[in-house]
């Protein structure tokens, strides 16, 4: 009955996330079509801004439907397939290249989400304020493990991150409330090398669960 009812379990759940990914891809939809009608282009960066957030969710969620385990999100998976997607913004000529390294650490639906968002918000930056004037330029998203300790961390060699740009505070504003949500510390800085360095450190927090395969 055991084995029942957590076979039963997995399926409600993964249909649950299948769902909420079906009806996240149903406001990204709806996001486009407004992008579409609007002239302004301030407006209509917001929108696209907006639509990203939303896309990360998705792949959050789309993760845990397509994995094997229900139990947490391989960060190297998540934030590997997050890359390939943010690299279509940067396929052209002039724009810088991205370069992605992931440690493989096991994250819960929480950690999951707060980190999709981060990244996104983090190499959006880098690309709007990264690119220098005289060649491509390079941006570096990697995430490092020591034990349960976690560093996060974007960095390009582009012109610098202007901090007193009237959009530099909602991206400054989100990228602090995600490090508060995980317990832990998140800046933007200038980078010693040149550029600009958005990092975000923080412990895993460890959350007792039933193993799957004691009862499989």
């Known amino acids: 009955r055991l084995r029942e009812g957590l ?48 896309d990360a969710l998705a792949l959050v ?37 991205l370069c992605c390294d992931f440690a493989d650490v096991l994250l819960d639906i929480d950690t999951a989400m707060a980190l999709a968002l981060w990244m996104v918000e983090a190499v959006g930056n880098a690309l709007s304020h990264g690119r220098p004037a005289e060649h491509p330029g390079r941006i570096d998203a990697t995430l490092r493990a020591d034990g349960d300790r976690i560093l996060l961390q974007v960095i390009d060699d582009g012109a610098g991150f202007d901090f007193d740009a009237p959009s530099a505070g909602n991206g400054l504003r989100l990228i602090a409330g ?22 975000l450190e923080f412990e895993l927090r460890r959350r007792p669960a039933v193993a799957e395969s004691t009862l499989a």
């Open 178 to 199: 995600i490090a508060i949500q995980l317990g832990g510390n998140g800046e933007v800085r200038r980078h010693s090398g040149g550029g600009t360095e958005a990092r």
């Open 61 to 97: 969620h789309r993760q845990l439907y397509d994995g094997d385990s229900l139990a947490g999100i391989s960060s190297k998976s998540l934030l590997g397939a997050l890359c390939e997607a943010l690299q279509l913004q940067v396929s052209g000529p002039m724009d810088p290249d």
């Open 7 to 54: 076979s039963r379990q997995r399926a409600l759940t993964r249909e649950l996330h299948h769902r909420v990914r079906n009806n996240l891809q149903m406001v990204l939809s709806l996001l486009s079509l407004q992008a579409r009608r609007l002239e302004d282009k301030a407006a209509r960066t917001a929108i696209e801004q907006a639509r990203g957030r939303v």
